[in-house]
């Protein structure tokens, strides 16, 4: 990514993440202001295999009207590295709490965990009779 | 695996059709060891004390491939019958092992390492209570089995431990 600046990265991920999951017709909120920014970023940073990213960035960056029509057209190029761009987009945005929140979805069940019956200690009576307790 | 939800416009739209009304089926079958499915050491790779790496020779038999044919129909049927909308199939075989099967036991001392009681064939007072003495893979995940047959031969042992030991 050593030719983009880290503003303008900034500029064209929020522009290629609300292309890619806009602001919806009931009210669902775009990717741009979510966590997905920063999320996306992080990981462009990060030195391992984010080159084909940066390339397609780069790529995406040199279009002079960025629409989805555009980004289909870079998609079409390079299937599997748009995907994984595709991909980190969902993982950003559904990983999102407040988005979660915003789309009233259910929430992960952890930290606090799904609700459980009280165990049955009948069920260990044959193991602890071979104890003899 | 499955279609990921479409990019763009129709990405919200879509996402709601899909969100919660999605079950996923996983076939499991009960893949019979064949001869030629085995392990053997690698004649080249070895680790750093020049131990003979062990090497996997494994492919899919026949029935294996239409064990797992049979059971993808019979999901669609279920799903279809369950109101399934769109059912997608992922061909891709995947691989799940569990290291058992090594000291089989059996009745024919030809052919297996161990007896019903895990007791070696060559060695009385040996036995054996591990996953090693599978004799089919079993369709689902070993340790409750490994865990029944641990308890089983422990009470075989203990119940016969003065003929055993002598
Ligand atoms: C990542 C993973 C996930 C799994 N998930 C599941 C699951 O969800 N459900 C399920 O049912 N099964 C699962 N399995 C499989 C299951 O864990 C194993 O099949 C089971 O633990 C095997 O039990 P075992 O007693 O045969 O061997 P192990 O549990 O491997 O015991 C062998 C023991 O022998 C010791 N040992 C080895 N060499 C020597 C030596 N020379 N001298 C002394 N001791 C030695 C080892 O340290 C080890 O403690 C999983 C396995 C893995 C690896």
Redesign the pocket.
């Given at each position: 990514m050593k030719n983009i600046e880290r503003q303008q990265i900034e500029q064209i991920l929020d522009m290629i993440m609300d292309i890619i999951i806009p602001a919806g017709e009931s009210g669902e909120p775009p990717a741009s202001g979510s966590r997905a920014t920063g999320f996306l970023r992080n990981i462009l940073e990060t030195p391992d295999d984010t080159e084909e990213l940066g390339l397609l960035l780069l790529k995406i960056s040199g279009t002079e009207h960025l629409t989805e029509k555009a980004l289909r057209e870079v998609e079409s190029e390079n299937p599997p590295a748009f995907a994984r761009l595709v991909a980190l987009v969902y993982e950003a945005y559904y990983g999102d709490p407040e988005i979660v929140e915003k789309l009233g979805l259910p929430g992960p069940p952890q930290p606090g965990g799904h609700e459980m019956k009280p165990f049955d200690t009948e069920l260990l009576k044959p193991v602890l009779s071979r104890s003899g307790k | 695996m499955g279609k990921p939800v479409p990019w763009g416009r129709d990405h919200h739209r879509e996402f709601s059709r899909r969100i919660g009304k999605q079950a996923t089926l996983l076939i499991l079958v009960d893949d019979l060891p064949e001869q030629e499915n085995r392990v053997v050491l690698d004649s080249d790779l070895t680790d750093s004390n020049g131990i003979p790496a062990p090497k996997l020779i494994y492919r899919y038999s026949e029935n294996t491939k239409k064990m797992l044919d049979f059971g993808v129909e019979r999901a669609v049927e279920l799903m279809k019958a369950a109101g399934a909308e769109e059912v997608l199939i992922n061909p891709r075989i995947r691989e799940v092992f569990?290291?058992?099967g090594t000291a089989r036991m059996g009745l024919n001392r030809e052919t297996s390492v161990v007896s019903q009681w895990g007791q070696s064939h060559d060695i009385s007072n040996l036995f054996i209570?591990?996953?090693?003495i599978f004799v089919t893979g079993g369709a689902?995940?070993?340790?409750?089995?490994?865990q029944a047959l641990?308890l089983r031969i422990a009470d075989h042992i203990d119940r016969n431990r003065r003929n055993i030991l002598k």
């Open positions: - | 569990h290291l058992i209570i591990d996953g090693s689902a995940n070993p340790t409750s089995t490994i641990a």
